[in-house]
C-alpha cells in the first residue's frame, strides 16, 4: 500500500459531486479487525461467523460465541457490525459436522441449516443479542435466504430469543435485522423481502454463482464467472431498485463491492453501502473519489445496454483509464 493510499484513511468516500458512499468492511478473524480499523471502515458489512466455528473442533458454546462476538462489536463500537448467522454447508464444512452431498451447493447450506437445527440458531442469536448488551451496533443478516418462509422462520427465532432474554432480565432493543440477497428467486422476491426486514445486502458471489451456474470454485468453469454479465448486472440493479421501492438500504457485501469497476456501477445502481475485504477498501476509494456521480450514471446507462459481458468491461477499463 502506497502513501498516496494511506492518506486516504481519513477522507470521506465522496465523489467529486460529494455523493457519499459508504465503505464497510467483511471480517472473520481477529486479524481483520486491525487491517479494517487501519484502512478507516465505517462499519462492518459481513461478519462471517463460520471462522470461530472453523477454528475449533466442536460447536462453541453459546458463552464462548458470546465473548467473540463482544470482541467484534467492541472493536468497531460505535459502528455497526453485521453479523451473518452461520453459512456453513457448500464450500464450508465443519470438521465436526460433516455434510456428505453430490450437489453441496444446491444442497443442505446456510439458513436451511440452522432453521432444521434452531438449537445451532438459538445460541447463535442469543450470544450475539447478549453480546450486544450496552453497546448497540449490532444488525443481523440471514444468509441463504430462497423464500418467505424461511426468512419467516429466522424472524420469528430471533424475536423468540430476544423475548426469552428480556425475560432472564437482559436490556437491549432487537437490532436491525436483514437478508442476503443471494439466490436468484431472492433477486424476484426482493420486494417482499424487504419488507420484512430493516436492510438486504446482496451477496454477489453466491449471486453469481447461481445465476451463471458456475461453480465459485470450480478452476475449469472458472473463465465463465463473469461478475460483469449483463445478467447479473439487471439483478443487481432489480435488486437496488427493490430496495429504494420499499425504503430500505441495500449493501452489497461481494467480491464485487471491493473491485473498483464494480464500485461504481454499485453507486449508480443506488446501492448506500459496499461491504469488502480491507485491502480494497483504499483502491475502492480512491477510484470513487476521483469521480463524478453523474459520470458513473452516464456509464451504468450505458452498460446496462451492452449485450456482451467484454464490451462491458472494456467500457469500464476506459473509465478505469481515464481517472488513472
Ligand atoms: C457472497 O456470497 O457474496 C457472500 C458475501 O457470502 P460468502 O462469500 O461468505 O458466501
Ligand atoms: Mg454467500
Redesign the pocket.
Known amino acids: 500500500i502506497t502513501k498516496d493510499l494511506e492518506s486516504l484513511r481519513d477522507l470521506p468516500c465522496e465523489t467529486l459531486d460529494g455523493h457519499r458512499l459508504p465503505l464497510w468492511v467483511n471480517t472473520g478473524l481477529m486479524v481483520d479487525v486491525s487491517r479494517s480499523l487501519e484502512q478507516g471502515a465505517e462499519g462492518v458489512g459481513l461478519y462471517r461467523t463460520e471462522v470461530p466455528f472453523l477454528l475449533r473442533d466442536r460447536f462453541p458454546s453459546e458463552e464462548e460465541q458470546r465473548q467473540i462476538y463482544r470482541e467484534q462489536l467492541e472493536a468497531f463500537a460505535p459502528r455497526p457490525v453485521t453479523m451473518r448467522t452461520l ?1 456453513i454447508g457448500g464450500d464450508k464444512a465443519l470438521p465436526y459436522f460433516p455434510i456428505e452431498e453430490d450437489n453441496p451447493f444446491l444442497g443442505w447450506r446456510g439458513i436451511r441449516v440452522t432453521l432444521d437445527h434452531p438449537e445451532i440458531f438459538l445460541a447463535q442469536v442469543r450470544a450475539m443479542l447478549k453480546a450486544n448488551e450496552g453497546l448497540g451496533n449490532l444488525r443481523i443478516m440471514l ?2 435466504v430462497s423464500n418467505l418462509a424461511e426468512l419467516e422462520e429466522g424472524l420469528s427465532l430471533i424475536g423468540r430469543s430476544h423475548q426469552e432474554l428480556q425475560q432472564e432480565g437482559f436490556r437491549g432493543s432487537l437490532p436491525p435485522i436483514g437478508v ?1 440477497v ?1 439466490v436468484p428467486s431472492a433477486v424476484y422476491q426482493a420486494r417482499a423481502l424487504a419488507r420484512r426486514v430493516d436492510f438486504l445486502s446482496v ?1 454477489s ?2 449471486l453469481t454463482q447461481y445465476l451463471l451456474a458456475v461453480d465459485r470454485n470450480n478452476a475449469r468453469v472458472a473463465e465463465l464467472y463473469h461478475s460483469f454479465h449483463p445478467a447479473v448486472l439487471q439483478a443487481l440493479q432489480a435488486v437496488a431498485e427493490a430496495g429504494r421501492l420499499e425504503g430500505r438500504p441495500v449493501g452489497i457485501c461481494g467480491e464485487l463491492a471491493g473491485d473498483p469497476m464494480g464500485a461504481v456501477l454499485m453507486l449508480a445502481m443506488g446501492y448506500t453501502m459496499l461491504s469488502m475485504n480491507a485491502t480494497s477498501l483504499p483502491r475502492v476509494k480512491q477510484a470513487l473519489r476521483k469521480l463524478a456521480y453523474t459520470e458513473a450514471c452516464d456509464v451504468l446507462a450505458e452498460v446496462m445496454g451492452m449485450e456482451d459481458t467484454d464490451l462491458v468491461v472494456e467500457r469500464l477499463e476506459r473509465l478505469m483509464r481515464e481517472h488513472g
Open positions: 453459512d444468509p441463504m442476503m443471494e451477496g458471489n453466491d
